[in-house]
């Protein structure tokens, strides 16, 4: 009779109070946001507790606050990927805009600004659109571009305040420029084409922002009898683990971005994770965005929700707080760097 008691009990519990608990044994995932058609970009603003991400067709900016628990969201007249906030104004945002790089006031309450455009990328490539996109630690802005049309017409730039008249070309041609991040020590780049199968890895001069020397880290190819997919977004972790959201293979993968051993698989109820982002107070909560836009009918009967951004608890470890935007002083006026040169 005791023993039913206790096991009853135990099943009760909630299960932070279970002993042991090894990482990400326990790993919960949770849905937080209704389906958009592709969810992507998210990035947690740890200053005010505010996760952004963006649905690209739908030209949408969307905004929660953590601890309110509430969403908002303005739409942008064209197809939006990513979404930054600076370092100078939380509210001043500067985000993907088509081909162009746009900013826009807006404090999630009161209507946002007109949107102004900075820059437009890929000028000999008119099809093509902007797409993922990261801010480094002197707030310079990575951010590629990917065609409709045809192959080798995309490419990575460095938008800077002094630059925005002729961005710099850091990486061409590419298919699907896609995730970035860098590691702790700030001396590797992590780069993600989605045409490809491939995450490479680049030497990166933290004093001049340069990158060299490419070598593949992790190859899906090398992995198939544990993931399918392509590498999509990504982030890291506090000890410069990868993880990877694998596009077609419904997982965020935690790659060791120094041997490209794959430490840890994170499914998903739904084929295409797009992206990944740490959040929380504690940035301990790797949030995940999904698309559906691939998915035939009866891949979305089966899949619950896919569009969705989703939470998952328990990994057993964190991120690094994410880099702002400094390519702007507010809506209407140059970055002051600028004046300098
Ligand atoms: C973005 O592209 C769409 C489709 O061509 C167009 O309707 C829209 O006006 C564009 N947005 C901007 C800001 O140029
Ligand atoms: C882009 O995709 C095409 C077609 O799959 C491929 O031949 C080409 O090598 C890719 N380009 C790059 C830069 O990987
Ligand atoms: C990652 O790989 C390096 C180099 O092989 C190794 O020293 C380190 O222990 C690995 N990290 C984990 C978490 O396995």
Same mark, same amino acid.
């Given at each position: 009779?005791?023993?039913?008691?206790?096991?009853?009990?135990t099943?009760?519990?909630?299960?932070?109070?279970l002993?042991?608990?090894?990482?990400?044994?326990?790993h919960?995932?949770?849905?937080?946001?209704?389906?958009a058609?592709?969810?992507d970009?998210?990035?947690?603003?740890y200053? *005010?507790?505010?996760?952004?991400?963006?649905?690209?067709y739908e030209?949408?900016?969307?905004?929660?606050d953590?601890?309110?628990?509430?969403?908002?969201?303005?739409f942008?007249d064209?197809?939006?990927?990513?979404?930054?906030?600076?370092?100078?104004?939380? *509210?001043l945002?500067?985000?993907?805009? &088509?081909?162009?790089?746009?900013?826009?006031?807006?404090?999630?309450v009161s +209507?946002?600004?007109?949107?102004?455009?900075?820059?437009?990328?890929?000028?000999?490539?008119?099809?093509?659109?902007?797409n993922?996109?990261?801010?480094?630690?002197e707030?310079?802005?990575?951010?590629?571009?990917t065609?409709?049309?045809?192959?080798n +017409?995309?490419?990575?730039y460095?938008v #800077?305040?002094?630059?925005?008249?002729?961005?710099?070309?850091?990486?061409?041609p590419v298919n699907?420029?896609n995730g970035?991040?860098w590691?702790a020590? &700030?001396?590797?780049?992590?780069?993600i084409?989605?045409?490809?199968?491939?995450? @490479?890895?680049?030497?990166? *001069?933290?004093?001049?922002g340069?990158i060299?020397?490419?070598?593949?880290?992790?190859?899906?190819?090398?992995?198939?009898?544990?993931v399918?997919g392509?590498?999509?977004?990504?982030t890291?972790?506090?000890?410069?683990?990868?993880?990877?959201?694998?596009?077609?293979?419904?997982?965020?993968?935690?790659?060791?971005?120094? &041997?490209?051993?794959?430490? *840890?698989? @994170?499914?998903?109820? #739904?084929?295409?994770?797009?992206?990944a982002?740490?959040?929380?107070?504690?940035?301990?909560?790797?949030?995940v965005?999904s698309?559906r836009i691939s998915?035939?009918?009866?891949?979305?009967?089966g899949?619950?929700?896919?569009? #969705? @951004?989703?939470?998952?608890?328990?990994?057993? #470890?964190?991120?690094?707080?994410?880099y702002?935007?400094?390519?702007?002083?507010?809506i209407?006026k140059?970055?002051?760097?600028?004046?300098?040169?």
């Amino acid at each position: 009779m005791a023993t039913t008691v206790i096991t009853f009990l135990t099943l009760l519990a909630p299960i932070w109070s279970l002993q042991p608990l090894t990482p990400t044994q326990y790993h919960g995932i949770y849905q937080l946001s209704d389906p958009a058609i592709k969810a992507d970009c998210p990035i947690w603003d740890y200053r *005010n507790n505010i996760l952004y991400f963006v649905s690209i067709y739908e030209g949408e900016i969307h905004r929660y606050d953590f601890f309110k628990q509430e969403f908002s969201s303005i739409f942008l007249d064209g197809e939006v990927a990513p979404v930054i906030p600076s370092v100078r104004d939380s *509210n001043l945002l500067i985000v993907g805009l &088509n081909r162009s790089v746009a900013a826009v006031e807006w404090d999630g309450v009161s +209507e946002p600004s007109e949107t102004r455009i900075l820059t437009t990328l890929a000028p000999d490539f008119p099809t093509s659109r902007v797409n993922d996109g990261k801010a480094d630690k002197e707030g310079n802005l990575w951010i590629g571009t990917t065609s409709y049309e045809g192959p080798n +017409e995309g490419i990575l730039y460095q938008v #800077t305040c002094e630059n925005l008249d002729s961005p710099r070309i850091e990486i061409a041609p590419v298919n699907i420029s896609n995730g970035l991040t860098w590691n702790a020590a &700030n001396d590797k780049f992590f780069y993600i084409d989605a045409g490809s199968t491939q995450v @490479v890895e680049y030497s990166y *001069n933290d004093e001049t922002g340069e990158i060299s020397n490419r070598r593949v880290v992790f190859d899906v190819n090398d992995h198939t009898e544990q993931v399918i997919g392509s590498p999509h977004g990504m982030t890291i972790d506090e000890d410069d683990n990868l993880w990877v959201a694998l596009y077609g293979g419904g997982a965020v993968v935690r790659v060791n971005s120094s &041997n490209g051993d794959i430490l *840890n698989i @994170v499914s998903f109820p #739904t084929l295409g994770v797009t992206s990944a982002t740490w959040g929380g107070p504690y940035l301990d909560m790797l949030y995940v965005t999904s698309s559906r836009i691939s998915l035939t009918n009866e891949q979305k009967l089966g899949q619950p929700a896919p569009g #969705t @951004v989703f939470f998952v608890v328990g990994l057993g #470890t964190k991120g690094r707080p994410a880099y702002f935007v400094d390519i702007l002083d507010s809506i209407d006026k140059e970055c002051e760097k600028k004046m300098h040169i």
